[in-house]
């Protein structure tokens, strides 16, 4: 240890040497005049050791405070005060980690980077970047004295990205809300602490004790102190990321959602090997894996006629449904499946369990009890080493969408791991991503095989939560932030590719460049929309239903001979070569005009005017 000390002695005494002249000849000038920045004399002094010999840490942090000493020293005390309280954005208490910063457009930043992040609607708005050292800065000598005193002394100087991120060799992305928000708005504060480094922001609210106040009455109030609480809870005391419980009543040993999904995790983990087995068989035997992916779909048969119309528009449409596994949670949407002549899957073990009938609307615990089936689709064909399309079945395809993932000319694109259809809102428990689990991309590799292993654990958040969609956006958050995880959400407003419920209910535009033959769209996605009823009603009079009325059913024997079903004999009865078209609202797109219709909503406007 003593011989080390000596070493790094002798090291510091040898670069102060070399680099002495240099740094007074520069030095003297600032003792009067301060249009020369102690920034800029220290990181001339810097640049000149870095340029001798990379300088162990704790001599890197004397030599900052030496020369820092010497400089204030030598300047007249006017300017010595100018220099110590008025001239700098931040004070030496804050310099290690926040040393000096500068703007740049955001515009600017979101196009030399994508961070695959869908961005909020902003004029003229501006990202600031903070900077933890000297040797940070850019190169140009008056954008370093303005790092450190802003550009009069107060304000944050501006500058290019290319400039601003020049010798940044870590960038650290934080977002922070602009704007409205579906959170009601508050004074929000941001605390940054020089420490060890964090990637999670911790929240604190003024809110009781949720552990000794009854849920009604946990409320928001600015009268009590700071107290931590969940990242996505609400002024109203909604948690809406809630903990999922072991016992719903722990006297009577009525097992919560955590047990429960004990159980689904056992059955899994005994089965997970015969059923890849059992895929990795069918994939083979049907042909269905091309270009190393397969486009996967789960079912019900409570959402049996909206399969039928994905595949059999797909089928009208001259699209190649060969590369379709269907996995029915039941026998009834297993035998549809089979019968429209698409490969099937029916894992009975893990999934029989499952309720049949159709969800009455988002969230309600039909549409929670089907999230597992969601999860463990994509899980299973993932692990087999494919790419995966999710899709959920109220989508109707215009053109392949495989084409465009598999497009190989765009490298930005190749080297995302997973892509997502925007979902559209703007709600807390989906931000920043608003990523659609109701259509997304998945390449198959070692990050995304984690991710939906992790998925399959939290299946017991899923169910609390009612939502697939929220806890798989936190996850998305979490292994982007620990492993590096690429992730692309393609903006609703600036790509028109994958259009959804957002746009057939609120940007319009899109929908009428599909009506008119003038979108880019591959896809329409019939979400955003209360139940099956409504949808099946958008879709006619969008001109995209392909299902003939005797196939509306979840006996689907009655429709062939001798009630056998067999691989593709529903096709002829089922599926219209023509799609079907009927008007029921004049306030939803159509593709006519539907002016004779009622409205669904009381204030909704005429789509046809």
């Known amino acids: 240890m003593?011989?080390?000390?000596?070493?790094?002695?002798?090291?510091?005494?040898?670069?102060?040497?070399?680099?002495?002249?240099?740094?007074?000849?520069?030095?003297?000038?600032?003792?009067?005049?301060?249009?020369?920045?102690?920034?800029?004399?220290?990181?001339?002094?810097?640049?000149?050791?870095?340029d001798a010999n990379?300088?162990?840490?704790?001599?890197?942090?004397?030599?900052?405070s030496r020369v820092e000493e010497e400089l204030l020293r030598h300047l007249p005390e006017a300017n010595r005060n100018k220099a110590t309280v008025d001239g700098g954005l931040f004070p030496k208490t804050v310099n290690q980690f926040?040393?000096?910063?500068?703007?740049?457009?955001?515009?600017?930043?979101?196009?030399a980077y994508d961070f695959g992040v869908p961005m909020k609607a902003a004029d003229d708005q501006d990202a600031v970047i903070l900077y933890n050292h000297a040797r940070a800065f850019p190169s140009d000598k008056q954008l370093q004295g303005e790092a450190v005193h802003g550009s009069d002394g107060e304000s944050i100087s501006k500058t290019s990205t290319s400039q601003a991120l020049e010798h940044c060799e870590a960038l650290n992305l934080i977002y922070l809300p602009i704007g409205s928000n579906t959170r009601p708005p508050?004074?929000?504060?941001?605390?940054?602490?020089?420490?060890?480094?964090?990637?999670?922001?911790?929240?604190w609210m003024r809110m009781p004790d949720f552990a000794t106040t009854p849920r009604k009455e946990r409320q928001f109030d600015s009268k009590l102190p700071l107290r931590h609480v969940g990242r996505i809870t609400m002024p109203k005391g909604i948690d809406e990321l809630d903990v999922p419980d072991l016992w719903d009543n722990f006297e009577k040993r009525e097992k919560g959602f955590l047990f429960e999904h004990f159980e689904a995790l056992r059955i899994f983990l005994e089965n997970v090997d015969s059923v890849l087995e059992d895929l990795k068989q069918l994939l083979k035997e049907r042909n269905v894996v091309r270009n190393n992916t397969v486009v996967v779909l789960t079912v019900n048969a409570g959402q049996s006629e909206l399969l039928s119309n994905f595949i059999c528009s797909a089928k009208g449409k001259g699209f190649d449904t060969g590369n379709i596994l269907v996995f029915p949670t039941d026998e009834e949407s297993k035998l549809l499946a089979e019968g429209l002549g698409v490969a099937t899957y029916y894992d009975k073990k893990n999934l029989g369990a499952l309720p049949k009938g159709e969800a009455k609307m988002y969230g309600d615990p039909i549409f929670a009890a089907m999230m597992f089936a969601k999860i463990l689709c994509v899980a299973y064909v993932n692990m087999l080493g494919h790419d995966v399309l999710f899709q959920d079945v109220d989508i109707v395809w215009y053109r392949d969408p495989l084409e465009y993932f598999h497009?190989?000319?765009?490298?930005?694109?190749?080297?995302?791991?997973?892509?997502?259809?925007?979902?559209?809102?703007?709600?807390?428990?989906?931000?920043?991503?608003?990523?659609?689990?109701?259509?997304?991309?998945?390449?198959?590799?070692?990050?995304?095989?984690?991710?939906?292993?992790s998925f399959v654990y939290h299946g017991a958040v899923v169910r609390k939560t009612k939502s697939h969609q929220q806890v798989l956006v936190q996850l998305l958050l979490e292994h982007a932030s620990m492993f590096g995880l690429n992730i692309k959400v393609f903006d609703k407003?600036?790509?028109?590719?994958?259009?959804?419920?957002?746009?057939?209910?609120?940007?319009?535009?899109?929908?009428?460049?599909?009506i008119d033959g003038n979108s880019n769209a591959y896809i329409l996605h019939f979400s955003w929309t209360e139940n099956k009823v409504n949808k099946l009603l958008f879709m006619r009079q969008m001109n995209e239903w392909y299902v003939q009325e005797q196939c509306i059913t979840n006996d689907v024997t009655k429709l062939v001979e001798g009630g056998v079903v067999t691989d593709g004999s529903l096709i002829v009865s089922c599926c219209?070569?023509?799609?079907?078209?009927s008007c029921h609202y004049k306030d939803k797109p159509s593709k006519w005009p539907c002016k004779d219709s009622p409205k669904i909503d009381k204030k909704g406007k005429l789509f046809w005017k």
């Open 576 to 581: 219209s070569k023509e799609p079907i078209f």
């Open 98 to 111: 926040a040393a000096g910063a500068l703007r740049v457009s955001r515009d600017e930043l979101l196009l």
């Open 2 to 50: 003593a011989d080390r000390g000596i070493k790094v002695v002798i090291l510091g005494a040898s670069l102060l040497t070399l680099c002495a002249l240099s740094f007074y000849s520069g030095y003297i000038k600032a003792i009067n005049d301060l249009s020369t920045s102690i920034a800029e004399r220290r990181s001339d002094f810097v640049a000149c050791i870095n």
């Open 493 to 514: 407003a600036e790509t028109d590719m994958f259009p959804g419920g957002w746009h057939f209910h609120q940007h319009w535009d899109s929908i009428r460049d599909i």
């Open 407 to 453: 497009d190989t000319s765009n490298k930005d694109l190749q080297n995302m791991d997973i892509l997502f259809q925007h979902d559209g809102s703007s709600q807390p428990r989906y931000n920043p991503l608003s990523a659609n689990s109701g259509f997304y991309y998945v390449r198959w590799n070692k990050k995304t095989q984690y991710l939906f292993t």
């Open 186 to 203: 508050m004074n929000e504060c941001y605390v940054i602490i020089g420490d060890f480094e964090s990637y999670h922001i911790n929240r």
């Open 54 to 64: 990379s300088i162990p840490t704790e001599l890197q942090q004397v030599i900052d």
